[in-house]
């Protein structure tokens, strides 16, 4: 089983409407988490990070985090075209080393 | 330069052929990983240097994977005998932290390597 989880997708969702990604881990000492947004052909460009359980919120991005279960999530707001790519989730083993899951990828409809 | 150069940006390699895959770090960046990402998985850590030292290589899926930082900036992945398993976008990142919990890390545009 791999440590961090996604659905593969593809999710599609109109534009305007409010993207769900989700994402599971199994490694209870794991203390924050990564969500990197990667463009085909492109590499991983980091959105936001949250170590806390509950909410963060920068502009248009929701990370949730919810340790007792062991879930992570991330929320785009008025979804637009340019945000179609695929999310990748990832943990931390240790201080340094990323543990990522197979990204989710999103396409928002215009 | 501002962000994390990898070069060559693009490799054909014939199996069996030896390759070199170069990165520049963001400069003063004392922290440096390379990842293996192949098509639609999520990237695969391969090793980590913290300045010339290389603190972890857990990752490196074989004894044909080499890597270095001598004077601690640039740093080079070598494949030896490349397989066409090794086929992959292999990715450099750099943070200024040694601690990454709760910075993350830069990317490089990464490398894409072809073994035909």
């Known amino acids: ?110 | 330069g501002a962000g994390v150069s990898q070069s060559p940006r693009y490799k054909v390699a014939k199996r069996g052929q030896d390759v070199a895959l170069r990165c520049d770090p963001i400069s003063g960046h004392v922290s440096l990983f390379w990842y293996q990402q192949a098509l639609g998985q999520g990237p695969e850590f391969l090793t980590y240097f913290q300045n010339e030292a290389q603190l972890d290589k857990s990752g490196l899926p074989s004894d044909r994977f080499f890597a270095e930082r001598p004077e601690g900036s640039v740093s080079t992945l070598k494949i030896q005998r490349t397989q066409q398993e090794d086929s992959a976008v292999y990715l450099c990142a750099s943070s200024p932290h040694r601690d990454q919990l709760n910075y993350g890390y830069t990317f490089g545009s990464g490398t894409r390597l072809t073994v035909v």
């Not at chain 1, 919810?66 to 008025?78: P, T, W």
């Not at chain 1, 990748?88 to 999103?106: D, N, P, V």
């Open chain 1, 1 to 110: 089983q791999k440590e961090v989880e996604q659905n593969s997708g593809p999710l599609s969702v109109p534009e305007g409407a409010i993207a769900s990604l989700n994402c599971t881990y199994s490694d209870r000492g794991s203390q924050s988490f990564f969500w990197y947004r990667q463009y085909s052909g492109k590499s991983p460009e980091l959105i936001m990070f949250i170590y806390s359980n509950g909410d963060k919120e920068d502009g248009r991005f929701t990370a949730q985090l919810n340790k007792a279960s062991q879930y992570v999530s991330l929320l785009i707001r008025d979804s637009q075209p340019s945000d179609s790519a695929t999310y990748l989730c990832a943990g931390f083993s240790g201080t340094y080393k990323y543990i990522f899951g197979t990204g989710t990828r999103l396409k928002v409809l215009a």
